[in-house]
T-cell receptor, first 111, second 113 residues
Framework: QQQVKQSPQSLIVQKGGISIINCAYENTAFDYFPWYQQFPGKGPALLIA?????SEKKEGRFTISFNKSAKQFSLHIMDSQPGDSATYFC??????????FGAGTTVTVRA | NAGVTQTPKFQVLKTGQSMTLQCAQD?????MYWYRQDPGMGLRLIYY???????DKGEVPNGYNVSRLNKREFSLRLESAAPSQTSVYFC????????????FGSGTRLTVV
């Protein structure tokens, strides 16, 4: 049983549009919530991460929104570009050990 | 280039055969991990090693064993491969602060026939 539920499974967005991926968790002991980006044939790479003491973190065109009471967090990709086409994974862990990953979302950005 | 190196990149095994997947990191990280990636399942933790000399089971350890040979190397062994172990295997490492998150290798694509 996955500890982190991720949706949607896939999405298609036009160049310049906004991509939104949502994740939910149950374990309130989780204290670290990263997002990873994976291109075909490569390992996942850290994109952005947040801890539960903040509600939002922004790095360039990527923003994490975190709702502690709802036990949900989301990734927003603003001004989506074809180079953003990849699979995105949310994850959660306690004190950084044993990251539990969501099932992944394949994002396709149409030019 | 600094990072996590996995070997081999591809492997085909017959049911019942054994093999060891190798992983080495040159970033002086204490923690190392083995994950498997299956379509629609994300990445699932097989085993991890919080520090040299220690190993522990993850979410899906059955059918696997690991060895933390030294601080750099963490191997995964399949003693008797089964078709259900067909997957892409990723090794990762991290430092305690998680400033840079986990660093993943490029994966080993394993097919068991």
């Amino acid at each position: 049983q996955q500890q982190v539920k991720q949706s949607p499974q896939s999405l298609i967005v036009q160049k310049g549009g906004i991509s939104i991926i949502n994740c939910a968790y149950e374990n309130t002991a989780f204290d670290y919530f990263p997002w990873y980006q994976q291109f075909p044939g490569k390992g996942p790479a850290l994109l952005i991460a947040i801890r539960p003491d903040v509600s939002e973190k922004k790095e360039g065109r990527f923003t994490i929104s975190f709702n502690k009471s709802a036990k949900q967090f989301s990734l927003h990709i603003m001004d989506s570009q074809p180079g953003d086409s990849a699979t995105y994974f949310c994850a959660a862990s306690i004190q950084g050990y044993k990251l539990s990953f969501g099932a992944g979302t394949t994002v396709t950005v149409r030019a | 280039n600094a990072g996590v190196t996995q070997t081999p990149k591809f492997q085909v095994l017959k049911t019942g055969q054994s093999m060891t997947l190798q992983c080495a990191q040159d970033m002086n990280h204490n923690s190392m991990y083995w994950y498997r990636q299956d379509p629609g399942m994300g990445l699932r933790l097989i085993y991890y090693s919080a520090s040299e000399g220690t190993t522990d089971k993850g979410e899906v350890p059955n059918g696997y064993n690991v060895s933390r040979l030294n601080k750099r190397e963490f191997s995964l062994r399949l003693e008797s491969a089964a078709p259900s172990q067909t997957s892409v295997y990723f090794c990762a490492s991290s430092e305690a602060t998680l400033l840079h998150g986990y660093t993943f290798g490029s994966g080993t694509r394993l097919t068991v026939v």
